[in-house]
């Protein structure tokens, strides 16, 4: 029992490590993306938008299925593919753009790649730590997980504006590329045994099966209809703020980067509490708190046109905080109430389910974005995405996830 214990136990902080460095990676695309699209590209607020949703689409695509043959396949074997697929897309981009072939189109064409090997990655990754650690464990191993990725993302994000500005933005893209690689080595050195839960079956039937799990669990649903409203807003939030700081503010790459890094610094304290705040509140209890975080920082993010100078600068840095300590503390708490809540055989399609409304109405709300700033600006398209952050938060608030525990 005790080698068993160890091994799991290196397995987790193998995984662990792994999810470390590639959150590392992905917080340099997360800040040489736009740059490349916005200043490199010299994209309009549409093509923003599309470049931003082209992550998404594979979801909307490919996700039920997905959940399915993770919850065949064996997760370990899944996951490392997945990065490696990952690795190669994203090594394209700088490749095309040195011998001068990258275009919005073919950018788009590489990031629907990227995301379709990521549907698979995820749904394995978040499905694999009930093979690691004990059930009750779960909460825990989460908030560790994202303090791990909070960790990255804090430092991530300054170190890409500064590799932006030495090497240019599609160079910068190399870096998660190659996390990707590591990533996919450490996860294959994990030592699991793994019985895939199902090897047949029909195929309409299992993802039947996943969908029923999700939106016929009274806890479930709420909290499923309330992630993917936010999911709509954030990926809208996410396009205006690139426009809205690299253009409206003229604040450049490196300030982008270190904006980023503060909410990852908020998110590390706020995954830090996590596990503390689910334990005495319950799990649901937290995620609500979460979710009236986001539109009140909104708010105050459509409050910094307002002002001027440095002021304004701070308080749109502290507004963003405010969301990334809301997001630590909510992510750990949603992940393992769903993974407690559902058992293991169901697991990879009820995470891929989730997963896959979420970038569809990510990819919506990417395009709505791009449409709303093009349309009305980028400074009144600020509120919008506030008030849709109000609804799903009140959709929270009206549930009985408010009271949920696991």
Known sequence: MSDERGRRSAGFRRFWAANTLSAFGST????ALPVLVVQGLHADPIEVGIVNAAQFVPYA?????????????????TLVVASMGRALALGMIPLLWALGWLSISTLVALLLLFGAF???????????????????????????LDQGEAAAQTLGPTLAGLLVRWLGAPMALLIDAVTYVVDAILVASIRIEEKPSRTRGLVFRDMREGLDATYRHPVLLPLSLSTHVWFIA??????????FVLR??????????????????ATLIGASFAERLGIRLGEGAAITIARLIYPL??????????????????????????????????NANEMSYRQRAVPDGLLGRVNATGRSVNRTAGA???????LLASALGVAESIWIVAAVFAVAALIAVLS???SARA
């Open 28 to 31: 340099a695309t997360a800040v």
């Open 61 to 77: 695509l490919f996700g039920l299925i997905a959940g399915v043959y993770v919850d065949r396949w064996r997760r370990r074997r």
């Open 118 to 144: 990521s549907v698979f990655g995820f749904a394995a990754s978040q499905s694999l730590p009930p093979r690691l650690v004990a059930r009750d464990r779960l909460l825990r191993a989460n908030a560790q």
């Open 234 to 243: 954030n990926a809208a939030s996410l396009t205006i703020l690139s426009l």
């Open 248 to 265: 409206t503010l003229e604040l450049g790459a490196a300030l982008f980067g270190l904006l980023l890094s503060t909410v990852g610094a």
């Open 297 to 330: 920082a909104w708010i105050t993010v459509g409050v910094v046109p307002l002002m001027s100078g440095l002021a304004g600068i701070v308080l749109l840095f502290a507004a963003l905080a405010a969301g990334g300590l809301a997001g630590g503390v909510e």
């Open 364 to 370: 919506v709300g990417a395009v709505a974005g791009g």
């Open 400 to 402: 009985p996830l408010r």
